[in-house]
């Protein structure tokens, strides 16, 4: 069972807000370790500088939205091992339809729980300590 | 020709936002409507492009601004109208607000409205949106009109029987239909 503390998590999403909410949310859940960036852009540049082992992107985003982000985190060798959890709005089905295609591990929608962003992140990781 | 005849006013389309809901528009024709107790409306735009829209939210039962579930579900409606005003052209160092609603209503124990407004401006400040008008707090309803592409705002006090109808709690927005797409 993996420690969610020895997870490195990169939270990406155009929302201070909202990244603020993740981040909390994931200190519910007992990680530590998270790194933040406000656009796809800047998300992948963080994940070329040092890769994190978990991406929390949001969808819309301005300059590289969270498929862009999807797509050259998985073509990148040092990165295309990560996980990738999506946010999304409810009415964005197609969408997690396109990202299943580019190798996300799991999406979750807004507005969510603390537990169902635990179950999307044990759905990657396994039942976390 | 001259005529003295003065110009006939352009045909305006009324569109009512009601609560959970938001519309965007960049069609100068279109007035956006409400009517507000303790729910708020943010209205929002772009004054370069013209492009704006309106929200109308009220938290969760028993989630103050402060809590983790009004914040959540707060950040959410709002976010909704952000991106839907940035996608159809506006750009988000341009946005501007003006923040209506946020009554305290007679058949309230709970100054619900009070969570509203304070959640609305926390999270226009911390996003770095200006907030350039509007009217929040008191006692009693409103009704507003707002047309996006001058930014132009009325309100005007309605009385508890004009007021529709507040649902207990906000519509459903979990879940997508996930009948139709479960993965692992």
């Not at chain 1, 859940?29 to 890769?51: H, N, V």
């Not at chain 1, 590289?64 to 999506?86: E, N, S």
């Not at chain 2, 914040?71 to 750009?91: F, H, T």
């Not at chain 2, 509203?116 to 226009?124: G, I, K, Q, S, T």
């Amino acid at each position: 069972m993996p420690a969610a503390s020895a997870i490195h998590t990169l939270i990406v999403d155009d929302q201070m807000s909202m990244r603020a909410l993740i981040r909390t949310s994931l200190q519910q859940i007992g990680f530590r370790e998270f790194r933040e960036a406000s656009d796809g852009e800047a998300g992948l540049r963080e994940m070329i500088t040092k890769p994190a082992h978990l991406v929390i992107s949001d969808f819309n985003m301005p300059k590289l939205d969270g498929l862009g982000l999807l797509r050259a985190v998985r073509a990148h060798p040092p990165t295309q091992g990560a996980a990738f959890i999506m946010l999304t709005g409810r009415a964005d089905k197609e969408l997690v339809q396109r990202a299943v295609q580019f190798g996300v591990n799991n999406y979750l929608v807004k507005p969510f729980t603390v537990a169902q962003l635990r179950e999307k992140v044990e759905g990657v990781f396994g039942v976390l300590t | 020709m001259a005529s003295s005849e003065p110009p006939a006013p352009a045909a305006s389309v009324r569109v009512h936002v009601g609560q959970g809901e938001h519309y965007v528009t960049s069609d100068p024709d279109v007035m956006l409507t409400t009517i507000l107790g303790s729910c708020v409306a943010m209205c929002l735009r772009d004054p370069v492009t013209g492009v704006g829209g309106m929200n109308h939210f009220l938290l969760p039962e028993g989630a103050g601004s402060g809590t983790d579930a009004g914040r959540r579900y707060g950040a959410y409606a709002m976010e909704i109208l952000i991106n839907d005003v940035l996608k159809a052209g506006a750009r988000r160092e341009s946005l501007e607000a003006k923040l209506f609603g946020g009554g305290r209503m007679f058949d309230s124990l709970k100054d619900v409205g009070v969570a509203n407004a304070d959640f609305a401006e926390r999270f226009l400040r911390d996003e770095g949106i200006a907030v350039v008008g509007g009217s929040l707090r008191g006692s009693g309803g409103r009704r507003v009109q707002y047309w996006p592409s001058t930014g132009r705002a009325l309100q005007r006090a309605v009385t508890d029987q004009a007021l529709p109808a507040v649902a207990a709690r906000p519509r459903p927005v979990e879940a997508v239909d996930a009948g139709a797409l479960e993965l692992f």
